[in-house]
């Protein structure tokens, strides 16, 4: 692109009108439209190739066995190497540095090489492997530029990831995307990056059964070509004896390790921390070949790394913006260079919150679901806490707060209703009498002992006691006994006995029986007494009988004294003779009310 614009500048000469600038400042932002995503006519044109394998084969015919017979001593049997991942939340967490650089450093042939590297923290939750545009995109054959798929990935910083079909567009290798398996390589041994569920990076040759594992599985996986960094130690001549084809061992796949172009490579220093690296270049002229590569992120401190897709389809996009220069040529004129079209992405985000939305009760800042709300509380926000025990077990947590049970208030529900109230919010009171109790959820009476009644405004009946009176007298010969305790010594109002016809048995055991029988004390008092008054009466009867008895009867005439001569009045006599007939007396003896009786 530079050399384009030489050319251009050239063209339009030193003096060139204003009107040109003007028109050569409408070139350039029409340039940049592809990095905006509307890729049209600006789409590239396929043109910088930098293929490890000729069409339409990819990877080597070697399994596993192979890649590992062919280690050194040094490594042993094993064929990948794993390492604990960064978890620090430090932020920024993905740290992006450009550089120009000069390889050789010295001579006259130095030259003059740019690009980028990214330094990722806690790359389990930052890093993802992300397919052509949207989730299903290497099954459809997709092909997207790394801006489209990384403004719907969210991406901080993004690159080209794995190899793909020229002409189907078809992912290459192994891919897991966010613990989703996409596909497999059948066993063809290329160099793999991975990430573990527990946060293991794994580099190196995977069999089919280690990518397709169950313990610990892979939550991100993508294949590359060619292990560049071993241990720290640059391991290309061992990958050229493991990743190339028997049939083509100083064919295309050498000239791939060693020509210049575009590189794009991953990687981690000794901290667990990703690498992501890449540089501008053109094949055959510009940029790094492998053993530059490799030699170059040993210097940035890398212990492992692989190599990804190059050439044409090396790309970089920061915050959603192209960031690199590509080497392809722009179909609509090929004096501009365009992005490529590729397939997988390997993305650097924000971590990433489960469920991304948090339940869609919070907002995901950085990992972390920010709760809506003062009651919603979890990772998830999915957990409804509104205080001591979820109000205190006697109402429902909402997103409002406590809604409290009938029969009780406060933020927590943990206070009931005060005496005399009742229902929801203690709002409704009480109706008991004599002393019950109302139930502070439903307003029923409990009655104390001795009443009964929906409002305890009932006294017990007779021969029942207790609260709501539900106990029965257990008095000897069915007597009544105390409404409130049951105890058969008991007096009772005299109203009361009255009611008592029925415990005949009751007064006939007072007579016959001692001890306490339903009230027998106080009749004996009244008894007693009685007793004592009606002895001298009775003796002094007799004796005036019988003093009576032994004297003869006397006959004669008495004189009978009318009120008015015991008062004073005048004093007349009747004849006796007259009071023989009741007429004759009333008119003779007016004057006088004396009378003889003979006797």
């Known amino acids: 692109m530079a050399a384009s614009m030489e050319r251009l500048a050239s063209a339009l000469g030193k003096r060139a009108s204003p009107e040109a600038w003007a028109g050569l400042s409408l070139v350039l932002i029409g340039c940049f439209l592809p990095a905006q995503g509307h890729a049209g006519d600006w789409g590239s044109l396929n043109d910088d190739v930098l293929l490890p394998y000729p069409p339409p084969h990819h990877g080597p015919q070697h399994r596993l066995r192979y890649a590992r017979d062919c280690h050194a001593l040094l490594q042993g049997n094993a064929t990948h190497e794993s390492w604990p991942a960064d978890n620090s939340r430090l932020f920024p967490l993905p740290t992006t540095h450009g550089f120009v650089s000069y390889l050789p450093p010295e001579g006259q042939n130095k030259r003059p090489v740019y690009g980028h590297y990214t330094v990722v923290r806690d790359p389990l939750r930052t890093f993802s492997v992300l397919e052509p545009g949207r989730q299903g995109g290497c099954r459809s054959l997709a092909r997207v530029t790394v801006e489209a798929t990384a403004r719907r990935g969210r991406c901080l910083v993004a690159q080209n990831g794995g190899y793909f079909d020229m002409q189907t567009g ?187 939305d948090c339940g869609g009760h919070g907002q995901c800042v950085l990992g972390e679901c920010r709760c ?44 009931a209703c005060v005496s005399g109230f009742y229902g929801d919010g203690c709002a409704r009171k009480c109706l008991c009498r004599n002393g019950g109790e109302c139930d502070p959820v439903h307003g029923s009476c409990s009655c104390p002992a001795g009443y009964q009644g929906a409002l305890c405004e009932e006294a017990c009946l007779t021969g029942r006691y207790g609260a709501n009176c539900q106990q029965t007298c257990q008095c000897p010969n069915q007597c009544p006994c105390d409404p409130k305790t049951g105890s058969c010594n008991v007096s009772y109002h005299w109203a009361t006995l009255g009611t008592l016809a029925r415990a005949e048995k009751c007064w006939l055991a ?82 006088s009310r004396t009378e003889t009786v003979e006797l």
Request: proline letters at 5%.
């Open 372 to 415: 809506h709300g003062a009651f919603r509380k979890g990772p998830a926000c999915s957990v409804l806490d509104c205080g001591p025990a979820n109000c205190s077990l006697h109402g429902l947590c909402t997103e409002a707060g406590c809604l409290c049970d009938a029969g009780w208030l406060g933020s927590n529900c943990s206070e």
């Open 510 to 591: 007072a007579e016959h029986k001692e001890g306490p029988v339903c009230t027998r004390s106080p009749w004996i008092y009244v008894a007693s007494i009685l007793a004592l008054l009606l002895v001298p009466s009775l003796v002094g009867n007799a004796w005036l009988l019988f003093r009576h008895s032994g004297q003869p009867r006397a006959q004669g005439n008495y004189a009978y004294l009318p009120l008015e001569d015991v008062n004073g009045g005048t004093n007349h006599d009747c004849p006796p003779g007259l009071w023989e007939t009741e007429d004759a007396a009333e008119g003779a003896c007016r004057p």
């Open 170 to 356: 078809a992912c290459l290798g192994n891919v897991v995307s966010d613990g989703r398996l996409v596909q497999t390589s059948g066993g063809v041994q290329n160099a793999q990056f991975g990430i573990r569920k527990d946060g293991t990076l794994v580099f190196g040759y995977l069999s089919e059964e280690e990518v397709l594992a169950k313990e610990n599985p892979f939550v991100q996986l993508v294949s590359g070509v060619v292990w560049l960094l071993r241990n720290g130690e640059v391991y290309v001549n061992q990958s050229l004896t493991v990743e190339c084809n028997e049939t083509q061992e100083s064919g295309s796949f050498d000239l791939f390790i060693n020509t210049l172009s575009a590189r794009t490579a991953v990687g981690h220093d000794a901290q667990g921390r990703l690498i992501l690296m890449h540089v501008d270049g053109q094949t055959g002229s510009r940029g790094l070949n492998l053993w530059e590569m490799a030699a170059f992120l040993k210097t940035l401190g890398a212990v492992n790394a692989i190599n990804l897709d190059g050439g044409g389809s090396a790309t970089l996009v920061l915050n959603g913006t192209l960031a690199n220069y590509p080497s392809d040529h722009c179909v609509s004129d090929p004096m501009w260079r365009c992005p490529r079209q590729v397939s997988t992405v390997v993305c650097v985000h924000e971590p990433a919150c489960q469920p991304p």
